[in-house]
């Protein structure tokens, strides 16, 4: 395994997100599998595991803390705040005392004392930015936070954000399928050397090959009201799979390393 930085962060290169554990993709994998699977991650080499507050809600972050108490100070967990759930539906919420309140939840549910790397899940716009900054900030102070970061947010919010408190990373989606991070975000992480991580650099699973245009999701999949996954729209980029499925072939690998390896040749 390599492994980078993240401002002053390290990493291993490959990083594994969680989520799709317990939430977004359908029903919950059985819990005693994704232990399994998390620590036979670690046991790979990797040493970078993301999580949120709203996965699942709570259960995906319940799931990695169990997993990884046993190695927890060989790790960096990353986990997200900003999202509530009220009266069924997600709702952005960043006023400080919720942050504090999940703050306290978070570490609670990890079991542990301190979030190595605590993103803003999503941008709130009834919350200053310098609202939030300041609150992390003292977190940080307080050593329940060592690092932050933001999660598709814009390239002003994020240049408020870092005035106030250096942001580490951002986490938006990248890959061969979604490219719209080096039109304005990557020249402004360059030039505040601030991290970046790629969250679905495989297309939710699309350049996995595992999807065609007669592939359906159920309404527990969030990929069932997701444009890039209407039936039209597969059959319209199949080609493109089809384009990653012969890249792989001549290397005698599969499409999913053939992707990842792509997204980790793009920028250090």
Known sequence: MQYRKLRD???????????????????????????????????????????AEVYGPYLNEELVGEALKPIRDKVVIATKFGIQIENGKQ??????????????????????DCIDLYYLHRVDTNTPIEDVANTVKDLIKEG????????????????????????????SEYSMWWR????????????????????????????????DKNSTFEKDDFRSIVPRFTKDNLEANQKFVDY??????????TPAPRALRWVLVQKP
């Open 244 to 253: 990653v499925k012969d890249l792989a072939a001549k290397k005698g690998i």
């Open 180 to 211: 719209e991070p080096e039109k304005e975000l990557f020249p402004l992480l360059d030039e505040l050397n601030i991290g970046f991580v790629p969250f679905s650099p495989l297309g939710k699973g699309f350049l996995t090959g595992r999807f």
């Open 91 to 112: 709702v952005q919420n960043s006023k400080p005392e919720i942050i504090r309140k999940s703050i306290e939840g978070s570490l609670k549910r990890l079991r542990t």
């Open 9 to 51: 962060l390290e990493v291993s290169a490959i990083g594994l997100g969680c989520m799709g554990m317990s939430h977004g993709y359908g029903p919950a994998a059985d819990k005693d599998e994704m232990i399994k699977l998390i620590r036979h991650a670690y046991d790979l080499g990797v040493t970078f595991f993301d999580t």
């Open 144 to 171: 329940k936070v060592k690092h932050w970061g933001l999660s598709e947010a814009g390239v002003g919010t994020i240049r408020k954000a870092h005035e106030i408190c250096p942001v580490t990373a951002i986490q």
